[in-house]
């Protein structure tokens, strides 16, 4: 399956039956995945919410036996019937009780073992998936999923399904009590039970809908939260509160009337069920008791049958409550396992070639790429690029510098043709090899929870203190670092923590050397820096870069000065390949954009 089918799939509410019908197969899989592992412990449940059912149901035959052959036994003098009926009846309800409390906690546990699994799942197989997906698939639709949709599931999982299934069981004990003690009350049980299938299948279609209605409408509420909030920047750049204030204020609007909806067939079918329950006693009642006068029905049986009516259609109040989070969970269930069925589209190798000692030499054979069905970035690209050289990538934005850098990164995979590291085809290396040979630095600098050393170490996390030192100290780092409150110990993430954007960059660039890559990639990573930082960290690249392949991207040309080689890249094609010097000398584009750039110094 291609990784947009399940995106687009999964938050359609107007999917035909067959889609509908295929959805919920994969949910029920999902489901049957979770409860796998436990087989034995959802046995347990099973039994002991039949048993503790059957003992509860069990009460009205024994109020019946009571009163029909105990009490007239009482009055022979023979109380001993009536001492077993009590006892007995004691005995069900103690055990009843406490097969249900077993019941209660045996599923809870089985719920919590199948939540944390189903957490774990989407958290490892969402990092798992392609940098493709992830540039599709926004974020806060996959917080969605992994926030209110579980939250949906764990409400279902901890409580609905306790009630549903205890109240179904419980229904259908009683309800066959009552025709093992007068089949014509049974027939009236049975003609009531059509009006509340027909109630409770008109609620399953509507709220249905509208729960799904609700769950899309409640991701794109989420998405535009997040969005708002991580590019707050932007928005107040651009005085967007207004604008964002309006469509989250439309979005809202959205949820509230979604939500609505489903409470309007909620307000339908607990009234209707409570109404359906209260005439089926009274029609019981009433020709029972005719029954009764003309000697075709025992008042004892007729008192227990009442007894059991007005129980059995007790649960029903409590399924349509805990209905409306059995849709909602449903739903949730479609989308969680839509994002299960993603697939990456960058995938490891069944038996990877070991590169265990990189050297850096990268090779790209008549190298074709295009972004998903758009056109291609790279028609046909072949380039030499030799172990130890750096070299820098220039050329107008679009023209496909930083899908070279992501080809190299396996970020991507070619649509055809070749890509090689040390003569193996990238696809034949393994994750660990290849991020170890690999390391990218790109202008969107992140900093983890954590300290600034921790973050540093991240590029090699067995690291001594005075390795990250002395990668802070190459890169012109330390400084800053040590002006820190607590020094290279500073929470990044505190008051008295916070870096700047520049800051942040010489960060990442000291991770990235600690990690000690055979190619390093700097995507626009001087960007966010300022000149006096910028010459700074160009010292420390002269001399790390020394041994390494570097492929350097970037629009100040600036940066270009410490290359060996430079690429310009226009339409997917090297146009123009040549040492700084060479190009400069020439009329090409290069020469071209250093000209504009010394002009723009003046």
């Not at 410490?562 to 010097?581: F, K, M, Q, T, W």
Request: proline letters at 3%.
């Amino acid at each position: 399956m291609s990784s947009m089918t399940g995106v687009a799939g999964e938050d359609n509410i107007n999917l035909d039956k067959a889609d509908r019908k295929a959805v919920r197969r994969r949910s029920l899989h999902l489901l049957g995945e979770l409860v796998s592992p436990h087989r034995r412990l959802f046995a347990l449940s099973v039994v002991l919410v039949v048993v503790s059912n059957a003992a509860r149901a069990a009460g009205p035959v024994l109020v019946a036996f009571g009163i029909n052959n105990a009490l007239p036994a009482l009055t022979g003098g023979d109380a001993a019937p009536l001492v077993l009926v009590g006892a007995a009846y004691a005995a069900i309800a103690v055990a009843g009780g406490s097969l249900l409390a077993a019941y209660t906690y045996v599923t809870a546990r089985l719920s919590q073992a199948m939540l944390l699994a189903l957490r774990v799942r989407v958290f490892r197989h969402t990092q798992r998936l392609s940098l493709e997906f992830h540039e599709t698939y926004t974020s806060g639709r996959i917080i969605s999923r992994q926030t209110s949709d579980l939250e949906a599931l764990r409400e279902l999982l901890d409580n609905g399904v306790t009630q549903l299934t205890s109240g179904v069981m419980f229904m259908l004990f009683t309800a066959i009590s009552i025709v093992g003690l007068d089949w014509k009350s049974g027939v009236i049980i049975l003609i009531a039970a059509i009006p509340i299938a027909f109630v409770t299948r008109w609620y399953q279609k509507g709220s249905e809908l509208a729960n799904r209605a609700s769950r899309v409408v409640s991701a794109r509420l989420i998405v535009h939260f997040v969005e708002t909030m991580t590019g707050i920047r932007a928005v107040k750049a651009f005085r967007r509160e207004r604008d964002n204030a309006a469509r989250f204020d439309e979005l809202a609007g959205n949820y509230r009337r979604a939500t609505l909806r489903n409470i309007k067939y909620f307000g339908v079918l607990q009234p209707a069920l409570n109404g359906i329950g209260n005439l089926t006693v009274a029609a019981v009642l009433l020709i029972g008791g005719f029954r009764v006068l003309d000697g075709d029905l025992a008042i004892g049986t007729l008192v227990a049958v009442l007894l059991a009516t007005k129980q059995v259609f007790r649960p029903t109040e409590q399924i349509a409550m805990f209905y409306s989070s059995f849709q909602s969970a449903s739903s949730a269930l479609e989308k969680v396992s839509g994002l299960l069925e993603e697939e990456p589209t960058v995938v490891p190798p069944a038996t990877p070639v070991p590169l265990k000692n990189a050297r850096g030499a990268i090779r790209f054979r008549d190298a074709v790429f295009g972004y998903g069905d758009g056109r291609l970035v790279l028609p046909q690209l072949n380039l030499d690029i030799p172990a130890g050289q750096t070299v820098a990538v220039v050329g107008q934005t679009g023209a496909g510098k930083s899908t070279v850098a992501k080809l190299i990164a396996r970020f991507y995979d070619l649509t055809s043709g070749s890509l090689t590291l040390d003569g193996v085809e990238l696809r034949q290396l393994s994750n660990e090899d290849l991020r170890r040979a690999v390391v990218m630095v790109t202008q969107e600098a992140f900093l983890f929870s954590g300290s600034v050393a921790e973050n540093i170490a991240l590029g090699n996390p067995q690291a001594s203190r005075g390795q990250i030192e002395d990668a802070a100290r190459a890169v012109g780092a330390h400084e800053f670092i040590l002006s820190l409150p607590e020094g290279y110990d500073t929470d990044v993430n505190k008051r008295g923590g916070r870096v700047s954007a520049g800051q942040r960059q010489l960060v990442s660039f000291a991770r990235a050397f600690l990690a000690d890559p055979a190619v390093l990639i700097l995507d626009e990573a001087t960007a966010s820096l300022d000149v006096p930082s910028e010459r700074q960290v160009q010292e420390g690249l002269q001399t790390l870069l020394g041994n390494r392949t570097a492929l350097i991207i970037a629009h100040r040309l600036s940066t270009v000065e410490i290359a060996d080689r430079v690429l310009v890249i226009h339409d997917g094609r090297v146009v123009e390949d040549g040492s700084p010097a060479e190009l400069i000398a020439g009329s090409g584009r290069f020469a071209q954009l250093h000209a504009a750039w010394k002009d723009s110094l003046i």
